[in-house]
């Protein structure tokens, strides 16, 4: 048997892989910018010259990390245009104004002021340095809300008009407060920080285990987790009311994400299960559930009723003629469930932390330092699968239920050209990740310098590049 | 004038930043592996441009953003169309991105030596590729009624899109030795006068023939008469000129001033040939994209020039800021006499 592949299945796989990848380094980036803007601030306020220390160590860690992020970021504005042009043409008025506000408002800032911050120690006041820290984190911030809104009517389509086969902006305001763009913006920043967080964490249990910078490192670790708690707690319900949201707009996705076929209602959440997962096997061989679980989680309520995939497809066949609007079951499934198991695994390893704090053992647990390591690895494991199940639950759209996915790609690209743009995104960004991962783990090992001593990379300028 | 055309200038604008200036950062890159003589006067040259080569690197980004959300059938056009030439690009610009950041990571010559060249072979590819690609958009590339790019990554290439690469490449370099010139001091600045000196005459020779020929390219392929193209080209060939005077006469900030002039000049030159087309086509040129057929709504652009003129001026004031905060020379101590060179050019 032969499979053809389609020139839209290679779009498809080229746009998953580089945006995922590029998703590796927007949350820490997106949560370290402010982590290392507060260290800054409590030694501008306090004097104390250990969390300038951290501030200038973790400072480093976002810098590697950074620099990757806009290198893969360009890959993600270009390919709108290289591999789905017909996709390009049909959102350009509506989709295209918040991306080329994210450039005017946020990459400008962004980018502007990580220079003063790292070329302008021994430029600018102590007061205005500190100015650029906090401006490149609203800059980071800004940028991820111009984009989730982007993303956010690709979900739910509002504020436009489709005219004469190309949707319009009608109006902005509905746009950038569309209700999916605002719960997905909190989502998303909460995640960045969770994986600041417990970035920082880690890196402190390590030097833990060491047995070196106990001391500074225990201020780190108090921060990471007075942030990391609450934070990762929190986004668990940000989490669990956007699947209400998303059930208000696309019941597909939900139904697909439960694997429920037929509605229900009260509807139980199933924790794990196996078969169940195509339209000719629909009932589990076995499972694991919650009753009232997921009525309470989609709904907010105690016997809400959730559409099966089965009446949605019924419905959307009627609305938007025939076709199959069913998407990866098995995919959705699992991704959410790998998700919402690796986030409340942080909340755990975070709330075990703050126990072991209290307790004044934190140091000396072992098991839990290596444990804390391991743990830096959760919110990219729950944020990639939230972007998997975010998206693969829209197929078969591309903009829900305006332009289907099949019928988005460039027409003038062949299936040749993007192996091509595969296999060399591939090869580059395989050696980048290498690379990042070796220069995060050396500078995460280091001894923090003496502010003014050698190897600190900040205060000596010929040793900045 | 009408939205459209407002955003065609907004556009030719973005472009203009982005040659202007990330043009010198593109041609500190190329100069890396000749200019210096140690690892010392390396670093000095990329902390000349250290705090601002990502800000200008924005300046391409909004570019295609506003291509993007003003005109997405260009859009959709040119990136699909000039796909391998993209991808180039992208490659080039992704190992020179993290070349900064990762290069004073470790100490040994192979790393260090490896990231300069990455520096440099980016620099270089991408410019080579914008003056192929840019010119590409007035000389004409075939395009089908549907409006789709009907070509190959070959039909890029042609005598007239070359020479705009290798012009660019140049005038880069050119631009970025007077850069130099300005932003460091002792021996190092007196080899970036002396390789700008060298660069001189073959880059103003390039880019003032690179001007003709696309008023030419204008006229005979897209349908335009000899004004307006001829003004900003004149204007381009002007400052070429002056560019080579000063610099013989040692006035180095008037040289840099009229290498970004020039710069600027190529960028107005090709998109005024251009207007109001956005892509020509060849051979059947009525299948061109116009500014009109591959515009956005009234209401969109509407939006998005309230958008601009908040924050262009915005961004102008803190990224001009951010040069004035690092306006002090960088490498060497300067002797007295050389002080005073400094200070009256």
């Known amino acids: 048997m032969t499979i053809a592949v389609t020139t839209v299945d290679l779009a498809r796989l080229q746009f998953a892989t ?42 480093t860690l976002m810098l590697i990390n950074f620099a990757i992020g806009v290198a893969t970021g360009l890959v993600q504005e270009f390919q709108f245009g290289m591999n789905w042009s017909i996709y390009s043409e049909f959102v350009g008025d509506v989709f295209g104004a918040p991306l080329a506000i994210e450039g005017l408002a946020a990459f400008f800032l962004e980018s502007t002021f990580l220079g003063l911050w790292i070329f302008g120690w021994d430029r600018l006041s102590k007061r205005l340095h500190l100015a650029t820290i906090w401006l490149l984190a609203v800059g980071t911030w800004a940028s991820a809300f111009f984009i989730i809104v982007a993303n956010s009517w690709m979900q739910r389509p509002v504020g436009s008009d489709v005219v004469d086969g190309r949707a319009e902006l009608t109006s902005v305001w509905e746009l950038l407060s569309n209700r999916f ?26 030097h833990f285990l060491r047995g070196r910078n106990v001391e500074l490192f225990m201020k780190a670790a108090k921060l990471a987790l007075i942030v990391g708690v609450p934070i990762s707690a929190v986004n668990l319900g940000v989490g669990s009311h956007l699947g209400v949201v998303i059930t208000d707009y696309q019941p597909m996705k939900i139904a697909a994400t439960e694997a429920q076929w037929d509605t229900c209602g009260p509807c139980s959440f199933s924790l ?41 497809q019924r419905e959307y066949e009627a609305e938007y003629g025939a076709g199959n609007y069913v998407p990866p079951v098995r995919t959705t499934y699992w991704s959410m469930r790998i998700m919402a198991y690796a986030g409340t695994l942080v909340f755990l ?34 944020a990639l699968a939230g972007w998997l199940l975010s998206e693969v639950g829209r197929q078969p759209w591309i903009v829900q239920g305006l332009l289907k996915t099949a019928n988005a790609n460039s027409p003038s690209v062949g299936t040749s050209t993007i192996w091509l743009s595969l296999a060399v995104l591939a090869l580059l960004y395989g050696a980048l990740a290498v690379v990042d991962f070796v220069l995060m783990r050396r500078y995460a090992r280091l001894d923090p310098p003496e502010v003014g001593g050698a190897g600190d990379e900040f205060a000596t300028p010929a040793v900045g590049y | 004038m009408d939205l459209e055309t407002l955003w065609f200038c907004l556009i030719v604008i973005l472009w203009a930043g982005y040659f202007l200036l990330e043009g010198f950062d593109f041609g500190v890159g190329m100069l890396l592996p000749f200019l210096p003589r140690g690892e010392e006067d390396r670093q000095t040259m990329l902390r000349a441009i250290g705090p601002v080569w990502d800000g200008n690197e924005v300046w391409l980004i909004v570019a295609g953003g506003a291509t993007f959300a003003a005109f997405p059938a260009w859009y959709a056009t040119m990136f699909s169309g000039f796909y391998v030439a993209l991808l180039l690009v992208l490659v080039f610009l992704i190992v020179r991105v993290v070349s900064f950041e990762w290069r004073s990571k470790s100490e040994t010559p192979g790393w260090r030596s490896l990231w300069t060249w990455a520096n440099t072979i980016g620099s270089a590819g991408a410019a080579l590729v914008w003056g192929v690609g840019l010119s590409c958009l007035v000389y004409g590339v075939p395009i089908d009624s549907d409006g789709d790019y009907a070509g190959d990554f070959w039909d890029l290439f042609n005598a007239y899109t070359v020479f705009a690469g290798v012009t660019v490449v140049l005038l880069f370099a050119f631009h970025g030795a007077t850069f130099l010139t300005l932003r460091t001091v002792g021996e190092l600045r007196d080899r970036a006068e002396h390789a700008a000196r060298r660069l001189a005459l073959p880059a103003a020779v390039l880019a003032a023939a690179f001007l003709v020929w696309t008023v030419v390219v204008a006229m005979d392929r897209n349908d335009k008469e000899l004004f307006p193209p001829v003004l900003p080209a004149a204007l381009g060939i002007v400052a070429l000129g002056l560019a080579v005077v000063f610099l013989f006469a040692g006035r180095t900030g008037r040289a840099f001033a009229m290498t970004g002039l020039a710069t600027v000049s190529v960028v107005a030159t ?52 951010t040069y004035y905060v690092f306006r002090r020379r960088l490498g060497g101590e300067a002797s007295e006499p050389e002080k005073a060179e400094v200070a009256s050019a």
């Open chain 1, 349 to 382: 390893v975070a709330a075990l932390g703050a126990f072991l704090y209290r307790r004044k053992r934190l140091e000396r647990t072992r098991w839990f330092l290596w444990t804390g390591i391991a743990a830096i690895s959760l919110p990219y494991i729950s």
């Open chain 2, 270 to 321: 090709l998109f005024v040939s251009l207007y109001p087309r956005v892509m020509v086509s060849n051979p059947d040129f009525a299948n061109s994209l116009t500014v009109d057929d591959a515009a956005s709504s009234h209401y969109a652009l509407a939006v998005m020039s309230v958008v601009a003129l908040i924050f262009v001026p915005v961004v102008l004031a803190y990224q001009g800021w």
């Open chain 1, 181 to 206: 763009a605002i719960w997905a913006f909190i989502h998303v920043v909460l995640v960045g920080l969770t994986t600041a967080a417990m970035l920082v964490f880690g890196v402190a249990c390590w």
């Open chain 1, 272 to 312: 794990f299960q196996i078969g169940g997962f195509s339209e000719d096997d629909q009932t589990p061989s076995f499972d694991i559930e919650i009753p009232h679980l997921l009525s309470l989680l989609a709904t907010d309520s105690w016997n809400g009723e959730v559409q099966g995939m089965n009446d949605v």
């Open chain 1, 18 to 59: 580089t945006s995922l990848y590029h998703f590796l380094f927007v949350p820490l980036t997106l949560g370290l910018a402010p982590l290392v803007a507060v260290m800054q601030t409590i030694w501008y306020r306090g004097g104390d010259e250990a969390w300038l220390r951290l501030a200038r160590f973790f400072g």
